[in-house]
């Protein structure tokens, strides 16, 4: 490991950290902007989390090691991918000790522990959203990996920096109707993981129509700090994720200083601009029923497929 | 008499005298010995089998005085002895956890004396080098873990049902295979494996096939593959569970060993369509497994499930590897088999962990039934915690084993793509789709069984009142997880000797398909690479951290204990919980085309309006489709074929005396 790609490695880590929070408030005004409402300033998300360390920490009744160790894996877990996936640069030189693959399975890891996490206090609006968004993972884990299977057939490797690296070199084969297909499946992926509309409302005050803000129900103070953070890193990593593997012109490709810059403040106009589309998205749809997802996902998962049998039979 | 021959002498007297010890002994006396010599019986099959892989050479033995016309031939290879390795990995905590675990009603003399010997014929099979031999320890194998299966048949009907099932199941698969072998050993000139190797590549291809695809039923059954699974999800759940962890964690591999050295070896591969059938068995048990091991309400049963659908996983590896030798890429075959051979290990490390977990829980409530389990992590950590271990592995997650292997089975299955034919490209995406589905439904099949088991509050009686296991059960347990997780972040250390494993099946094996460079691994064709260790490492460091900062931001360490939110109301009880039903309902709502299942729902009103509910019964149930449209008619008509035979042989001599001379007649008749 070389020092300058380690910096690389670091600087995503720390930027991702400080443009997550801010991302979600951009997202929700410009929501609000489009509803004809005031809303909150961008910086607010930040605001909550300062608040939120500062509060009591709380632990539910019957609540076990589980519930506590959860908001820290689900952090864990979405830094561990950042440091993996090429956001600023690709000469990161720890993008090399996991691949696509084992970030579908870091991000799975969070969402396990958090499922567990909210059938830990035994309550039935913990059960209910576990339940839930277990079902989604479950569905959507599927098609995330048979589009990177698309994506990784086009580059020759499941590595991330290579797939880049490939778009970079020949821009014209992200016109191919694969690679189309596949953004279209990740996209709808990335959605749901994250728990955007139209499979989850992040902004619902109803228990039971919510999926991820019913399993972190019993989660105040400082642990619900953690676990917002958590969401907002990886809400900014599956869309950094998309920009980077559908659109990665402006990524360094190497660590010099000047290079890094410019990598860095391309990603954020890139995530701004992404956080935007997907904000002015949810303002037009609403929520699915719930037993209407699978059949999203199916769809994702056809999708998925259909780019796998296009690169092979259309190159 | 070399130092692998000193070993298996010593595993096999071990074992022997262990039988002993249960035959002469009583009391506690019994369960230690019984436990001690099993698991030195393990621990020198599975030095034996280091040894081997490390290099030194195949361990041979002839004893031509034991079996009449043909002797005992046993030759341990590396690709026998990854087998054997896996075997050990289970049997050693198994052995110590069953010192503790016998004590609850099970020191009988029967079932003490069987267990050795069902741990010594484990790990012989693998080394089994002829044709007589391997099915004199196959069905040796087959009778002591049919005894231990029934061990507890006085005290549950439901276990003597078990016994008939498997009995019935490994017979007919021994049938197949004995088909299988005799007809290959009788077109080569000898019954040595040596022998059927040399002639195995110049039979006819009608001959080459008929074996394979015998084997592949007679092996498929003891691997549990769909639909010859019937038996596994109803033996494994009602034997003791240390003979469990090593039926499901050890047996049911001697399968997969079965399929990959009369196909690959013996037989020295064959045509496409080989590989293409063994890897939609693989597809169709990995799906159909893991999809009732979501719905199963029953611990145990669960577990067995997820074991077909592992040795799912692992059969769509190995036909994966068939299809790429038979298309010419023998690397690509290479990576498919290091991830079959690497997912044995893990299986048998996860999946004992996970059945001595479930053993400890069934010791300690009494009960199998995951609704009404709940709040036992607080009762007994030790337990809930190795069974996180457990179950964090089998869903495939950093940092723990299962995903290394599963990360690896994935690259084997995707980077067929870029060099091949249409067999490969229509074949492969299937096959990630099916694995990638499996893997997601397996991690709620598991969040379910740790989740609604072990986490919230108590749903019975006697779930409340539990309490930890002893410290032999503990040890078991934990060495398993330690296991778990250190072949979760050091799996470069296993991929040299599985090098040694794999060039075993020189069919299947080419170049160098997966290298370590220092702690990361890399695979040949379509590149990618990944360093378990920094991975598991980082999160560990992470996680550890991240409370650090937390502090150093001024956050408070202290947690006042509250009530949980309940909307305003207060007073929540246990019966309010998700259960392990209705957590798995969406899912199974979304699968009920497959898994069919049956509803009864009764609600009954007060005397007074019909406005007023009184009670609601809710009632679901979900068969084996395989058992019920499959299994059933064929027992049927067997049933039917043996009542007609009673009409033909009524006992009445006069009938017997008019057959003859009918018989007579005929002969007659022909031979003019």
């Keep these: 490991m070389t020092v300058p790609a380690a910096v690389g490695a670091l600087i995503q880590v720390t930027l991702v950290i400080a443009v997550a929070p801010i991302l979600t408030g951009l997202m929700r005004a410009t929501r609000a902007k489009l509803e004809g409402r005031a809303g909150p300033s961008v910086v607010q998300p930040w605001r909550d989390i300062r608040k939120l360390l500062h509060k009591e920490r709380i632990k539910p009744e019957y609540s076990g090691w589980v519930f506590l160790l959860a908001p820290r894996v689900l952090l864990a877990s979405g830094l561990m991918v950042v440091v993996l996936v090429p956001l600023i640069t690709t000469a990161t030189a720890l993008g090399g000790s996991g691949d696509l693959f084992a970030v579908v399975y870091l991000v799975l890891l969070g969402t396990v522990f958090l499922v567990l996490a909210g059938l830990d206090p035994g309550t039935a609006f913990g059960g209910m959203g576990a339940s839930r968004a277990i079902t989604v993972a479950a569905l959507a884990e599927p098609a995330f990996l048979l589009a990177i299977f698309a994506l990784s057939v086009r580059a020759g490797s499941s590595s991330l920096a290579t797939i880049v690296d490939s778009v970079l070199a020949e821009p014209r084969s992200l016109a191919s109707p694969g690679s189309l297909l596949a953004l279209a499946a990740v996209s709808v992926v990335v959605l749901a993981e994250s728990g955007r509309l139209p499979v989850d409302n992040p902004s619902t005050h109803l228990e039971l129509t919510m999926i991820h803000e019913s399993m972190v129900l019993e989660y105040a103070g400082p642990d619900l700090a953690v676990v917002e953070l958590a969401s907002q890193v990886r809400l900014t990593i599956f869309l950094g994720l998309i920009a980077n593997l559908f659109a990665p012109w402006g990524i360094a490709v190497t660590t010099h200083p000047a290079d890094l810059a410019i990598g860095t403040g391309v990603v954020v106009a890139k995530l701004a601009l992404l956080g935007v589309v997907i904000a002015t998205f949810e303002v037009f749809v609403a929520k699915m029923r719930l037993f209407r997802v699978p059949e999203l996902l199916t769809a994702a998962f056809i999708l998925a497929f259909l780019a796998i049998t296009m690169s092979f039979f259309l190159t | 008499m070399s130092a692998g021959t000193w070993g298996l002498a010593f595993a096999a ?474 072949l979760g972040l050091a799996p470069f250390a296993l991929l040299d000797v599985l090098r040694r494993a794999g060039a075993a099946l020189p069919s299947l094996w080419g170049g160098e398909p997966v290298r370590s460079v220092g702690v990361t691994l890399h695979t040949g064709g379509l590149t990618g690479s990944l360093s378990p260790l920094f991975i598991g490492g980082g999160l560990i460091l992470l996680v550890v951290l991240i409370p650090v900062v937390l502090r150093l931001l001024g956050v408070a360490g202290r947690r006042r204990v509250a009530e949980n939110w309940g909307s305003g109301r207060s007073l929540q009880t246990a019966r309010m919980e998700y259960t392990a039903t209705s957590f798995a309902e969406p899912l199974q709502r979304v699968f009920d085309d497959v898994l069919r299942p049956e509803f009864d729902l009764a609600v009954t009103h007060t005397a007074e309006s019909r406005y007023y509910v009184e009670a609601v019964r809710y009632r679901v149930g979900i068969v084996d489709g395989f058992e019920t449209h499959v299994y059933r008619p064929l027992i049927r008509v067997a049933k039917r074929w043996g009542e007609m035979s009673r009409w033909v042989q009524n006992g009445s001599i006069h009938r017997y005396l008019a057959y003859l001379f009918v018989a007579l007649l005929i002969v007659l008749l022909v031979s003019q």
């Design chain 2, 13 to 486: 007297a071990a074992g022997g005298i262990g039988t002993i010890a249960a035959l002469v002994t009583v009391g506690p006396t019994r369960r230690w010995l019984v436990g001690i010599l099993s698991g030195l019986s393990a621990a020198a099959g599975g030095a034996t089998a280091i040894l081997v892989l490390v290099g030194h050479g195949p361990v041979t033995v002839h004893l031509p005085q034991i079996l009449p016309l043909a002797g005992v031939e046993l030759n341990l290879d590396a690709l026998g002895a990854v087998f054997v390795l896996a075997v050990a990995i289970v049997a050693l905590p198994a052995s110590i956890y069953g010192i503790g675990y016998t004590a609850h009603g099970l020191n009988r003399r029967s079932v003490q004396a069987m267990y050795p010997l069902f741990i010594v014929s484990l790990l012989l099979v693998p080394a089994a080098a002829s044709v007589s031999t391997l099915l004199l320890l196959w069905e040796a194998m087959a009778l002591t873990s049919l005894v231990l299966v029934a061990a507890e048949h006085r005290e549950r009907s439901e276990v003597r049902e078990a016994a008939w099932w498997y009995g019935s199941m490994s017979h007919l698969s021994m049938i197949a295979i004995l088909m299988a072998l005799v007809v290959f050993a009788g077109h080569a000139p000898g019954e040595t494996f040596e022998a059927l190797r040399m002639s195995g590549r110049h039979l006819s291809s009608s001959t080459r096939s008929f074996v394979f695809v015998l084997s592949l039923v007679g092996f498929g059954t003891k691997a549990g593959v769909v639909p010859l699974h019937v038996w596994l999800p109803r033996a494994h759940p009602e034997a003791p569970s240390h003979v469990s962890a090593l039926m499901s964690g050890a047996m049911v591999n001697l399968g997969i060993y079965g399929v990959l050295r009369v196909t690959w070896d013996l037989l020295g591969g064959g045509p496409i369509w080989w590989g293409i059938t063994v890897l939609f068995v693989g597809v169709t048990s990995a799906l159909f497994g893991i999809l009732h091991a979501l719905v199963a309400r029953d611990l145990k049963r669960l577990l067995a499930y997820s074991t077909s659908e592992n040795m799912g996983l692992i059969l769509v590896a190995v036909g994966a590897a068939g299809i790429y030798s038979s298309s010419g890429n023998p690397m690509l075959a290479g990576v498919a088999i290091t991830a079959a051979l690497l997912h044995i290990v893990n299986h048998a490390a996860f999946k004992g962990l996970l059945f001595l977990g479930a053993g400890s829980v069934v010791a300690a409530t009494g009960t199998r039934d995951l609704d009404r389990m709940g709040g036992l992590l607080a009762r007994m950590p030790v337990t809930g915690a190795a069974f996180a271990v457990g179950s964090l592995a089998i869903m495939a997650l950093p940092p723990f084993n299962g995903f290394v292997s599963e990360w690896l089975l994935l690259k084997s299955l995707v980077q067929g793509l870029p060099a091949s034919s249409v067999a490969i490209s229509v074949t492969m995406p299937i096959a990630v789709g099916a694995v990638a589905l499996t893997g997601g439904l397996a991690a709620a099949a598991f969040a379910k069984a740790f989740g609604t088991g072990f986490l919230a509050r108590p749903r019975s009686p006697q779930v409340e009142a539990a309490a930890e296991v002893g410290g032999t059960m503990q040890t078991g347990m934990v060495s398993l997880a330690v296991a778990c997780l250190g």
